[in-house]
């Protein structure tokens, strides 16, 4: 292991981590892309050397996240550490995109619960409950800083009242946004890495032309599935069918935005058109559903008629 290596990781993942707390408005940005230090160390030394690294630069980033007395920060730096060794183990399997983002979500999540699950043994708590409590507590401190801020005592009551019904909206649909934002965290790591490994001379897996990915078309049973299952008389299957539902319909998003990447390319559209047409779908919410629905419907519409070519290429 070199010391070049354990500086760079650490300085790298240090600016993220860090710059998520401190930073006002790009702080959430620096943070999806704490693992990329540890994906690209682990990619470039190898899983070993790599390994060594990680460790040496999670020693440091807690002894500094105990100095400043943030230890949540220590949770979250394993967390990504783990996630972004992860994706560099299945670069190194030649998976496809759509693999790749799915294993990575599902075992950084099951490192996660297995975490969860251990600290809440050591309280007599599940993991769920901690949960619970974590979100509880985050939205009763937005209702305390509304009343600090010199809200009215009614409209404090009616502020409670409200941050009630999304709190136990959130608790309904936790799941299936936990999943959606792990993710998201790994997707933004396997664009990123892209330039950067080409750029230092690390190789990179051929997921070939990403505007022509789409999900699998099976999944659509599982949309049909969900959607009839809300209209059963069973909360524990309504819940469940809501997540699953909402899991979907995020994964027909970036199938979505695969086609308008797919036709931003073809009719050669320039960077800072695409930059305002980003801009509006993060902004306004109605064009993330017709994204959705795009993906969804084009199983069978084939807007950009990838499996007509195929056919003809079998023919």
Same mark, same amino acid.
């Given at each position: 292991?070199?010391?070049?290596?354990?500086?760079?990781?650490?300085?790298?993942?240090?600016?993220?981590?860090?710059?998520?707390?401190?930073?006002?408005?790009?702080?959430p940005a620096?943070?999806?892309?704490?693992?990329?230090?540890?994906?690209?160390?682990?990619?470039?030394?190898?899983?070993?050397?790599?390994?060594?690294?990680?460790?040496?630069?999670?020693?440091?980033?807690?002894?500094?996240?105990? +100095? /400043?007395?943030? $230890?949540? %920060?220590?949770? !979250? #730096?394993?967390?990504?550490?783990?996630l =972004?060794?992860?994706?560099?183990? *299945?670069?190194?399997?030649?998976?496809?995109?759509?693999?790749?983002?799915?294993?990575?979500?599902? +075992? /950084?999540?099951? $490192?996660? %619960?297995?975490a !969860? #699950?251990?600290?809440?043994?050591?309280? =007599?708590?599940?993991?769920?409950? *901690?949960?619970?409590?974590?979100?509880?507590?985050?939205?009763?401190?937005?209702?305390?800083?509304?009343?600090?801020?010199?809200?009215?005592?009614?409209?404090?009551?009616?502020?409670?009242?409200?941050?009630?019904?999304v709190?136990?909206?959130?608790?309904?649909?936790?799941?299936?946004?936990?999943?959606?934002?792990?993710?998201?965290?790994?997707?933004?790591?396997?664009?990123?890495?892209?330039?950067?490994?080409?750029?230092?001379?690390?190789?990179?897996?051929n997921?070939?032309?990403?505007?022509?990915?789409?999900?699998?078309?099976?999944?659509?049973?599982?949309?049909?599935?969900?959607?009839?299952?809300?209209?059963?008389?069973?909360?524990?299957?309504?819940?469940?069918?809501?997540?699953?539902?909402?899991?979907?319909?995020?994964?027909?998003?970036?199938?979505?935005?695969s086609?308008?990447?797919?036709?931003?390319?073809?009719?050669?559209?320039?960077?800072?058109?695409?930059?305002?047409?980003?801009?509006?779908?993060?902004?306004?919410?109605?064009?993330?559903?017709?994204?959705?629905?795009?993906?969804?419907?084009?199983?069978?519409?084939?807007?950009?008629?990838?499996?007509a070519?195929?056919?003809?290429?079998?023919?």
């Amino acid at each position: 292991m070199k010391v070049a290596d354990a500086a760079g990781c650490f300085g790298a993942s240090s600016v993220f981590l860090f710059g998520s707390a401190l930073v006002p408005f790009l702080g959430p940005a620096l943070g999806i892309l704490t693992p990329l230090p540890f994906l690209f160390y682990g990619s470039k030394l190898g899983i070993q050397e790599g390994l060594k690294v990680s460790a040496v630069t999670i020693g440091l980033l807690a002894f500094i996240s105990y +100095l /400043v007395g943030s $230890l949540q %920060l220590i949770f !979250l #730096a394993v967390e990504f550490c783990c996630l =972004g060794l992860i994706i560099s183990l *299945l670069y190194r399997k030649g998976f496809t995109i759509g693999y790749t983002v799915s294993w990575s979500t599902v +075992l /950084v999540l099951v $490192l996660g %619960l297995a975490a !969860l #699950a251990f600290i809440g043994w050591s309280r =007599g708590v599940s993991p769920f409950e *901690l949960i619970q409590t974590h979100i509880r507590e985050s939205l009763d401190e937005a209702a305390l800083l509304y009343r600090q801020w010199g809200g009215e005592e009614s409209g404090a009551l009616e502020f409670q009242g409200h941050l009630q019904t999304v709190t136990n909206v959130f608790l309904k649909v936790y799941l299936s946004l936990l999943i959606i934002g792990t993710a998201f965290v790994v997707w933004c790591n396997v664009l990123v890495s892209r330039p950067l490994f080409r750029l230092a001379g690390v190789h990179y897996p051929n997921f070939g032309p990403l505007d022509r990915w789409y999900s699998p078309e099976h999944l659509v049973w599982g949309v049909i599935g969900s959607g009839f299952a809300l209209f059963l008389p069973v909360g524990f299957i309504q819940s469940l069918a809501i997540n699953i539902l909402i899991v979907l319909m995020a994964v027909y998003l970036y199938h979505g935005l695969s086609i308008l990447v797919f036709f931003l390319n073809k009719l050669q559209i320039p960077v800072w058109v695409r930059a305002g047409v980003y801009f509006l779908i993060i902004f306004q919410q109605v064009l993330l559903i017709i994204l959705a629905l795009a993906g969804l419907f084009d199983q069978w519409i084939d807007f950009r008629r990838i499996h007509a070519k195929k056919g003809e290429s079998n023919n």
